[in-house]
């Protein structure tokens, strides 16, 4: 049988050595799962609104272990764990309330003997394959909303989260929702491929562009539902009539959180040629105060690089763009081990010849460039393939709305960045993705429309 073997990022060490499905028990699954479906899309809202509140209490019982588990397998550090089990609450708050109001039957006209409607169907069995980063958020925006509106769930946590993938099945099954009907799948990314072989009604990816590729080529001939959530190269403008201090602990914090490996993570700053020294100088002396170490540690602030291999894409960038002329600033350095561990790093007189500036980091790595112009710094916010999200920093509210609605990017920020909220749409434009989550629409999209035309006999 194979395995799949969980090492701490942190340490280098194993944690444990778990068995991992097979494409036969993957198969087994996903037919379980299909069976399941039908009875559990009959149950009435209520008892599925019921589950989630249940999981949902029993995710903040069980905070400490849940948060213990994902930073040691992640090497985040444990506060932002915390944070992250936290901050899903609120999200399952808001489908708790909304699922039952999204997804009732909409009586649209009724005349003439003729009464129309729209009931949202459940799409079936849907596949949800996820990212490791934020794996409470990546996950449970897809498998709560697709179990609330009546689909059984074949979840294939990312292989750098599997222990957290399981106590997510684990807490659900304990809060009611039938096994069959969520299933987690082990392994790595062969067997995501596995997964979307199977007669499946919709799949969810959460990972990089280059797999989402693979997995739009996967599913095309079949034409059933996509959505795929990729990375970003998010930018942020600061136009020079911002409070400069404050403005760079912000975006320090937006660029460094979650060591940098977030899909919103600031990657690009475009600093107005007047404050630019300043704000350099400010954000340098953040970056110096956060705290690296031990993720276990409460005060840890920097955690490891989760994936080794990430480690070479950091170093290569920094040695790309030193070459074509860039200054480090801060860092820019792969720690000596054990463990996966790159320095903060701020890097100036950047341009998009580098690949810093082009290509998604997904670690600890911001370019910082000085621009002249509102103009000069939207052309350059717009000059990428991905969409996901970008800012503008300035106390001018009516040009900050100017600008943002020039960008392209599926989410955009007025003095605030790296932020996701469960009542707007997370939606990638570009190479960042395809279809959303949350918000209503993110409740809907585990639906498909039905469209009734009703005449009553003359
Ligand atoms: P990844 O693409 O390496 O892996 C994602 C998932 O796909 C994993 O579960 C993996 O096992 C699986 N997989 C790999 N190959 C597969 C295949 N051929 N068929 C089916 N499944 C396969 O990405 P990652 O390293 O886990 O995540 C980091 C990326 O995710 C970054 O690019 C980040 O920006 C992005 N991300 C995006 C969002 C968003 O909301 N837009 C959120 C979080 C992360």
């Known amino acids: 049988m194979a395995t799949l073997d969980i090492h701490n990022p942190a340490t280098g060490t194993l944690i444990t050595t778990l068995d991992a499905d097979s494409d036969a028990s993957v198969a087994a699954k996903a037919a379980a799962a299909r069976a399941a479906q039908p009875a559990w899309a009959a149950l009435p809202m209520a008892e599925r609104l019921a589950v989630m509140q249940r999981f949902r209490a029993a995710l903040l019982a069980q905070i400490d272990t849940l948060a213990a588990t994902m930073t040691q397998e992640t090497g985040k550090?444990?506060?932002?764990?915390?944070?992250?089990?936290n901050g899903l609450l609120p999200r399952i708050d808001f489908f708790v309330e909304q699922a039952e109001d999204a997804v009732h039957d909409e009586h649209v006209f009724?005349?003439?003997?003729?009464?129309?409607?729209?009931?949202?169907?459940?799409?079936?069995?849907?596949?949800?394959?996820?990212?490791?980063?934020?794996?409470?958020?990546v996950g449970c925006n897809v498998i709560v909303?697709?179990?609330?509106?009546?689909?059984?769930?074949?979840?294939?946590?990312?292989?750098?989260?599997?222990?957290?993938?399981?106590?997510?099945?684990?807490?659900?099954?304990?809060?009611?929702?039938?096994?069959?009907?969520?299933?987690?799948?082990?392994?790595a990314g062969a067997v995501g491929a596995a997964a979307l072989a199977q007669p499946i009604n919709g799949v969810f990816f959460t990972g990089s562009h280059a797999t989402g590729q693979k997995i739009a080529q996967a599913v095309a001939a079949r034409l059933i539902k996509l959505q795929l959530e990729l990375g970003g190269k998010d930018p942020t403008y600061v136009r020079a009539d911002v409070d400069v201090r404050a403005a760079a602990e912000s975006l320090a914090d937006g660029a460094m959180y979650n060591t940098g490996q977030g899909c919103c993570s600031v990657e690009r700053i475009y600093v107005h040629a007047d404050v630019h020294d300043a704000f350099v100088q400010h954000f340098v002396d953040t970056v110096r105060g956060m705290k690296r170490g031990d993720p276990m540690d409460d005060s840890s602030y920097i955690g490891a690089i989760t994936r080794a291999p990430q480690l070479q894409v950091l170093r290569a960038q920094v040695d790309d763009a030193v070459g074509r002329g860039a200054r480090v600033l801060f860092g820019g350095q792969v720690l000596p081990g054990p463990g996966n561990w790159f320095e903060p790093t701020v890097l100036v007189d950047v341009n998009h010849d580098m690949q810093v500036m082009r290509e998604e980091s997904f670690g600890p790595?911001?370019?910082i460039q000085k621009v002249d112009s509102d103009d000069e710094a939207l052309a350059l916010m717009n000059d990428t393939r991905y969409g996901l999200t970008a800012g503008v920093y300035t106390r001018d509210e009516a040009k900050a709305r100017e600008l943002l609605a020039r960008v392209n990017a599926g989410s955009v920020y007025w003095n605030c960045c790296?932020?996701?909220?469960?009542r707007l749409p997370w939606s990638g434009w570009g190479d960042s993705g395809i279809g959303l989550t949350l918000s209503r629409q993110g409740i809907q999209t585990f639906t498909r429309p039905k469209a009734w035309h009703l005449r009553a006999p003359a």
């Not at 005349?111 to 794996?135: D, K, R, T």
Request: charged share 10%.
């Open 110 to 137: 009724d005349g003439g003997g003729l009464h129309e409607q729209i009931a949202h169907v459940p799409l079936g069995l849907v596949l949800n394959i996820s990212a490791w980063n934020y794996p409470y958020f």
């Open 365 to 367: 790595i911001v370019g």
């Open 145 to 187: 909303p697709a179990l609330l509106t009546g689909n059984a769930v074949l979840y294939k946590p990312s292989e750098y989260a599997t222990l957290t993938g399981l106590h997510i099945t684990r807490l659900l099954h304990e809060a009611g929702v039938p096994p069959a009907v969520m299933q987690c799948l082990v392994g």
């Open 77 to 85: 550090p444990i506060a932002l764990s915390r944070n992250e089990i």
């Open 418 to 422: 790296d932020r996701v909220s469960p």
